[in-house]
């Protein structure tokens, strides 16, 4: 069963907005750069995001969300504790990224 994998990031105040274009397209890029460390191809299912635009208010500080789906478990640990694209991405946005919120699930699954 596929894992549907949620990433919202609140940006520190003082970034500017070309530092946060940069995170966005380096973070929409690791489905193409996270290669599978048997077939050297892309494993990431879907990965999508922006700039959120929700009219309700509720956003409390996070600006910008981004979804990806793994086709397995053993994909998305690989990707979370192994993958060095993704490893790089996570520790280049010390000092750019002043919170985030990951939320895993898998479809229809309670």
């Known amino acids: 069963?596929?894992?549907?994998?949620?990433?919202?990031?609140?940006?520190?105040?003082?970034?500017?907005?070309?530092q946060v274009e940069d995170v966005c397209y380096r973070m929409l890029a690791l489905k193409d750069t996270c290669l599978h460390p048997t077939t050297q191809k892309p494993y990431v299912k879907s990965y999508g995001g922006g700039?959120?635009?929700s009219p309700e208010g509720l956003q409390g500080?996070?600006?910008h969300g981004f979804v990806s789906e793994f086709q397995s478990e053993e994909d998305?640990?690989?990707?979370?504790e192994q993958d060095p694209a993704h490893l790089e991405f996570v520790a280049?946005?010390?000092?750019?990224?002043?919170n985030v919120r990951v939320v895993d699930f898998?479809?229809?699954?309670?």
């Open 51 to 53: 700039r959120d635009n």
């Open 61 to 63: 500080g996070f600006s």
């Open 1 to 18: 069963m596929p894992i549907i994998h949620i990433i919202l990031f609140e940006f520190h105040p003082t970034v500017t907005h070309a």
């Open 106 to 110: 898998e479809p229809g699954k309670f």
């Open 76 to 80: 998305r640990k690989y990707y979370l």
């Open 92 to 98: 280049s946005l010390k000092g750019v990224v002043e």
